[in-house]
């Protein structure tokens, strides 16, 4: 929060750079809580709905940059930030950078560096829900970088999501929770997609295994914790479930989807999966048996 010469306390304010869905729904969550907001962006006509509720639009990113000590960055990635951010790179010293852009870990390191190096601090942030979640108070995002920084600005970042989840200095490693979250979020939803191809090819609409879909999904978490406890322990035990089962059934999926002459990339890596775990001898052991193997690189 700023001060001002009357005394009277004046609103917190903030610096938002890239206005994608993110951006802009995390420009609005502050104008929601009566934050003065300063924008940039790349396609000036993204911010013209949060300018007409109140955001100023910087003339450029020096001077976005020189409006806040803090900035929230939310980029399609960042390259895109040295993009937007070194032409300015003088404006730098003293901010905040609160990146919520996605990256890889060793990405969000080098850009922590990057910034110390000009001055500035980076948290990086992996924000676990779309637009719509934003704002809300029972979302959550994945913070770390230095603890002081996170502590001094934690009411800001709760406006974004209305939990904040610090896991400790490493820069990448909210970095790596947030990928670790992706890489089930975009398997998912290429296994839907993939479910919704095969049923279209039998003639079911999505509404018509929206149900069925779901069901699938929601019986997952019990997986996860079923396993997770095994995994952690070491065990592979064939008790429940055998690898030579998991072989069969993949198949049969790849069988019925090569049949209704839908995309069959998905199915094959999952059996070709499945059957780099049958090589290596697991045909007795659980599907699990295949987290080891999948811990290495396949053999060329
Ligand atoms: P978008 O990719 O749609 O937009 C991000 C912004 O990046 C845009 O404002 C775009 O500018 C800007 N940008 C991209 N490349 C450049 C560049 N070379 N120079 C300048 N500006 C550039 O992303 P989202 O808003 O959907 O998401 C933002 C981040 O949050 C991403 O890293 C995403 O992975 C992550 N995320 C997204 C979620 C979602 O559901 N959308 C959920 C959780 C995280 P311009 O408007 O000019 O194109």
Same mark, same amino acid.
């Given at each position: ?119 500035? +601090? ?11 979640? +934003? ?24 406006? +974004? ?16 929770? =947030? ?12 296994? =839907? ?15 018509? +295994? ?46 019925t989807n090569s049949a209704a002459g839908v995309d069959t990339t998905l199915p094959a890596a999952v059996a070709a999966l499945v059957r780099r775990g049958m090589d290596a001898g697991h045909a007795t052991d659980s599907l699990s048996a295949l987290v080891d193997l999948m811990g290495t690189t396949a053999p060329a």
């Amino acid at each position: 929060m700023r001060s001002n010469d009357t005394g009277r306390p004046q609103a917190p304010s903030v610096t938002v750079i890239g206005l994608g869905p993110m951006g802009r729904a995390m420009a609005a969550a502050f104008l929601d809580r009566g934050y003065e907001v300063t924008l940039w962006n790349r396609t000036a006509s993204r911010a013209d709905d949060l300018v007409a509720r109140g955001a100023r639009f910087a003339a450029g990113v020096g001077e976005a940059l020189a409006a806040n000590e803090v900035v929230v960055l939310s980029l399609t990635d960042y390259a895109a930030m040295y993009e937007v951010l070194e032409p300015a790179a003088a404006s730098l010293d003293g901010r905040v950078l609160v990146n919520l852009s996605s990256d890889t870990p060793e990405q969000a390191r080098a850009a922590a560096r990057w910034a110390a190096e000009r001055g500035a +601090v980076q948290l990086t942030g992996g924000v676990t829900v779309p637009p719509s979640g +934003v704002g809300q108070p029972a979302s959550s995002t994945f913070y770390s970088g230095p603890r002081e920084v996170f502590e001094a600005h934690r009411p800001l970042l709760e406006v +974004v999501t209305g939990r904040t989840d610090y896991r400790g200095e490493d820069p990448g490693t909210a970095a790596l929770l =947030y990928q670790i979250g992706m890489v089930m979020f975009w398997t998912s939803m290429l296994s =839907y997609w993939q479910a919704v191809a095969l049923a279209r090819a039998n003639g079911l609409t999505a509404a018509d +295994v929206l149900e069925h879909a779901t069901e699938t999904a929601n019986s997952l978490p019990g997986f996860f914790a079923f396993y997770a406890e095994r995994i952690d322990a070491g065990r592979h035990d064939g008790d429940v479930d055998r690898l030579a089962m998991a072989m069969a059934s993949v198949e049969h999926v790849l069988h019925t989807n090569s049949a209704a002459g839908v995309d069959t990339t998905l199915p094959a890596a999952v059996a070709a999966l499945v059957r780099r775990g049958m090589d290596a001898g697991h045909a007795t052991d659980s599907l699990s048996a295949l987290v080891d193997l999948m811990g290495t690189t396949a053999p060329a």
